[in-house]
C-alpha cells in the first residue's frame, strides 16, 4: 500500500543532543511537510518542500532543519533540542490538495 | 493574523444520534477546508474536502457545510458508533500550500 512511513515513532533524547527524524513516502507526491503538534493542539506547520523547492514558516526557529535528498524522503533535523521540543512530529505529503499523514514521531526531550 | 476556533470542550454523544461540530475562521476565507480525524498519538487522516463554491458536501455518514458568510463549516457524523470516537481536525487551505489547522474537538459515542 502506498503510505507515509516516519522514523522512528518514539525519539528519547537529551537537552542540546541533535536529533534526526525521517520520512518517507511511496506516494510519489511531489509535496512533503513537516508540522509540530503538542498535546491538545493544533498541528504547526514547521516547513513544506514543493520537489526541492524549501519553503520556511516565517516563526519556525532556526534550531530546526530540513532535507529533501529526494522525492521520497525528508528529514528533520533539531540541532539543539530545548524541553520545549517536545512534541509530535508529524510528517505529510500532498497532491496538492489533501494531506496524507505518517503516524508520527513522538519525541521526548529530558 | 487567521485564526481557527475549534470548540475545545468534548462533545459526549450517545450511539445513533448526530454528532455535529462546529469551525469557525476569522479574517479571510479559504480557497477551501478539510475535515481530518486523528486518534490518540496517531497522524490525522483526511475525511471530507469542501470548496468555497460549494455549501455541502456528502461521504456515506458524513456531511460537511461551508458557509462563508458567517466563516464557519459545520461537520456532521449521523447515526454515530463508538469507533467514531476521536479528535475532529478542520483545516483552511489559502493556497500555496499554507494550511492552517484547528486544535480539533474530541468526540465520544457512548454504546
Known amino acids: 500500500d502506498a503510505m507515509v512511513i516516519q522514523n522512528p515513532r518514539y525519539q528519547v533524547t537529551q537537552f542540546g543532543k541533535p536529533v534526526t527524524l525521517s520520512c518517507s513516502q511511496t506516494?510519489?507526491?511531489?509535496?512533503m511537510y513537516w508540522y509540530q503538534q503538542k498535546s491538545s493542539q493544533a498541528p504547526k506547520l514547521l516547513f513544506h518542500?514543493?520537489?526541492?523547492?524549501?519553503?520556511n514558516e516565517a516563526d519556525t526557529p532556526d534550531n530546526f532543519q530540513s532535507r529533501r535528498p529526494n522525492t521520497s524522503f525528508c528529514f528533520l533535523d533539531i540541532r539543539s533540542p530545548g524541553l520545549g521540543d517536545t512534541a509530535m512530529y508529524l510528517c505529510?505529503?500532498?497532491?496538492?490538495?489533501?494531506?496524507?499523514f505518517g503516524p508520527g514521531t513522538r519525541l521526548l526531550v529530558l | 493574523s487567521q485564526k481557527i476556533e475549534q470548540n475545545s470542550e468534548a462533545l459526549n454523544i450517545q450511539e445513533g444520534k448526530t454528532a455535529t461540530l462546529t469551525c469557525n475562521y476569522t479574517n479571510y476565507s479559504p480557497a477551501y477546508l478539510q475535515w481530518y480525524r486523528q486518534d490518540p498519538g496517531r497522524g490525522p487522516v483526511f475525511l471530507l474536502l469542501i470548496r468555497e463554491n460549494e455549501k455541502e458536501k456528502r461521504k456515506e455518514r458524513l456531511k460537511v457545510t461551508f458557509d462563508t458568510t458567517l466563516k464557519q463549516s459545520l461537520f456532521h457524523i449521523t447515526a454515530s458508533q463508538p469507533a467514531d470516537s476521536a479528535t475532529y481536525l478542520c483545516a483552511l487551505e489559502f493556497g500555496g500550500f499554507k494550511t492552517i489547522f484547528g486544535a480539533g474537538t474530541r468526540l465520544f459515542v457512548k454504546a
Open positions: 505529510a505529503t500532498s497532491n496538492e490538495e489533501t494531506q496524507y
Open positions: 506516494l510519489n507526491h511531489n509535496v
Open positions: 518542500y514543493y520537489d526541492k523547492d524549501f519553503n
